[in-house]
């Protein structure tokens, strides 16, 4: 099998590594954590305009017609600059429902003002009490005339404080931990009834609680077929999963590279202390994990478009489960080679272990995905 990416393939990678790497030093990311919406707007048009809103959507579209391995080489990018732009809940999660689930005049709407950076969207599933069950859905959408009225809430919806649009389950039918009968709406960010509730994430992102008190949609707001958005909820599940297991080998990649120039420069008992061994034997350690991790992310990445839901379903909780591991081994020796620099907020490796971490508990954590593994062998 060829795993050489091709000329467009690397094309894209450096382009978005040159962008990143001219607006992403440390001391920059802390300017955009201070700006309003706790990221760039002047970079995401330029992210626009270097075309990486639009990698996973059709020409037609304004977009890219990449796939899984192109999505791969962005987030590996935003990984190693801990970039903070909602690419991963736009471009990712609810690009994703909208290119398997909305219809021809939907995506035409909708999939040109991502492509163009005019438009954020959020993808708003997890409740409060469902932990990782994605079939736990108690928000309800009643008819109403030729419309729908949705009450409930959503938990921990990334960059959900400042989306245009979101993207909102609910139960249409069915009890609480049926996985027919939830049905995907499109839902104003400013629309009323909607109250968002903002706030900061450990690693630095941002993410909303939603309270949904009558609010009124029409027909026109369905994504995909009434009753029938489980299957999309997973297959947005998993691109989630591929893309933050590529973000984690970016983040893994930056701290690995920092950890051996610190290594390499900092004198003790008139040496460098990486000419001590057993340290050069934690490096190694690190590095093969983060190998490992990198092979899993391609796996994601390759296997993420595959027919056969159950196999699928499997690959991405094993890079799940060895992606997590490898992230908390690689990140925690990273922080504690530095010594008690590593532990300061002035020096960026404390952020990628805190950003890495956080990816850990993303869409299933290793625990929970090693109890699926689990069972799928019983």
């Known amino acids: 099998m060829d795993f050489d990416f091709t000329e467009e393939q690397r094309l894209l990678r450096d382009s978005i590594e040159r962008l990143l790497a001219d607006h992403y030093a440390f001391e920059k990311r802390k300017t955009y954590l201070a700006e309003p919406d706790g990221w760039s707007r002047t970079l995401w048009a330029q992210y626009a305009e270097l075309g990486m809103l639009g990698v996973p959507f059709a020409e037609e579209h304004g977009g890219f017609g990449g796939g899984g391995i192109e999505t791969m080489?962005?987030?590996?990018?935003?990984?190693?600059?801990?970039?903070?732009?909602?690419?991963?809940?736009?471009?990712?999660?609810?690009?994703?429902?909208?290119?398997?689930?909305?219809?021809?005049?939907?995506?035409?709407?909708?999939?040109?003002?991502?492509?163009?950076?005019?438009?954020?969207?959020?993808?708003?599933?997890?409740?409060?009490?469902?932990?990782?069950?994605?079939?736990?859905?108690?928000?309800?959408?009643?008819?109403?005339?030729?419309?729908?009225?949705?009450?409930?809430?959503?938990?921990?919806?990334?960059?959900?404080?400042?989306?245009?649009?979101?993207?909102?389950?609910?139960?249409?039918?069915?009890?609480?931990?049926?996985?027919?009968?939830?049905?995907?709406?499109?839902?104003?960010?400013?629309?009323?009834?909607?109250?968002?509730?903002?706030?900061t994430l450990r690693d630095g992102t941002r993410a909303a609680e939603l309270?949904?008190?009558?609010?009124?949609?029409?027909?026109?707001?369905?994504?995909?077929?009434?009753?029938?958005?489980?299957?999309?909820?997973?297959?947005?599940?998993?691109?989630?999963?591929?893309a933050t297991a590529a973000e984690a080998v970016g983040a893994m990649d930056a701290m690995q590279a920092m950890t051996l120039e610190y290594l390499k420069t900092r004198q003790q008992f008139g040496k460098p202390i990486g000419e001590n061994q057993a340290l050069q034997h934690r490096a190694t350690e690190m590095f093969v994990a983060l190998e490992q991790a990198r092979s899993l992310a391609i796996l994601a990445a390759m296997t993420l478009d595959d027919t056969d839901a159950a196999e699928r379903a499997r690959n991405m909780s094993t890079v799940k489960v060895g992606v997590g591991q490898a992230a908390r081994f690689v990140s925690q020796n990273a922080v504690q080679l530095h010594g008690g620099i590593g532990m300061t907020e002035e020096y960026a490796v404390g952020h990628y272990f805190r950003r890495v971490l956080v990816i850990e508990h993303s869409f299933g954590d290793t625990g929970h995905h090693l109890s699926r593994l689990a069972q799928n062998l019983e």
């Open 73 to 199: 080489l962005v987030m590996e990018a935003l990984g190693r600059n801990l970039a903070l732009e909602p690419y991963l809940a736009t471009v990712v999660l609810a690009g994703t429902a909208l290119r398997i689930a909305a219809s021809a005049a939907q995506q035409a709407e909708l999939l040109p003002q991502i492509a163009e950076g005019e438009r954020v969207l959020s993808f708003a599933h997890g409740e409060r009490q469902a932990r990782y069950d994605l079939t736990d859905v108690t928000t309800t959408a009643i008819r109403k005339g030729t419309g729908w009225v949705i009450d409930g809430s959503k938990s921990v919806v990334s960059h959900g404080d400042n989306a245009d649009t979101l993207i909102i389950s609910a139960r249409t039918s069915g009890e609480r931990n049926d996985s027919s009968g939830i049905t995907l709406f499109l839902v104003g960010g400013n629309a009323g009834g909607v109250a968002r509730r903002s706030y």
């Open 211 to 242: 309270t949904l008190s009558g609010v009124e949609v029409g027909d026109d707001a369905v994504l995909g077929p009434v009753g029938g958005a489980f299957p999309v909820i997973e297959r947005v599940a998993e691109a989630g999963i591929a």
